[in-house]
């Protein structure tokens, strides 16, 4: 039988070596994570905040038709009330 010699300080030093590897993939790895963990919640805030100002768009887009009609009825009742008021200077005009 043939015997096997075994560097057992090389050997602990490649464990080592690769724990620290293993170590620091799992650092860098966490960091990624707490990263994208980060973005995702800032997207989700994003699209909350989205969702919240459409609704206040439309909100105020049915507000300003509403404004747009009522001014387009008050202009009209103006413009009847000038008529109205030239219709009788007119026949005060020719009455006198």
Same mark, same amino acid.
């Given at each position: ?16 070596? +690769?724990?620290?590897?293993? !170590?620091? @993939? ?5 960091? @990624?994570?707490? +990263? ?6 800032? =997207? @989700?805030?994003?699209?909350? !905040? ?7 768009? #439309? ?13 387009? @009825? =008050? ?7 000038? #008529?109205? =008021? ?7 005009? #020719?009455?006198?």
């Amino acid at each position: 039988m043939t015997e096997k010699k075994y560097d057992l300080q090389g050997a602990n030093a490649r464990l080592d070596d +690769a724990l620290d590897r293993l !170590e620091l @993939q799992l650092r860098e790895t966490r960091q @990624q994570l707490g +990263a994208t963990h980060d973005l995702e919640i800032k =997207v @989700q805030h994003l699209a909350k !905040e989205r969702t919240r100002l459409a609704a206040e768009l #439309e909100k105020t887009s049915s507000r300003a038709s509403e404004i747009e009609s009522s001014a387009k @009825q =008050v202009s009209r009742r103006i413009m009847g009330a000038m #008529e109205k =008021v030239q219709l009788a200077l007119n026949g005060e005009n #020719e009455a006198g």
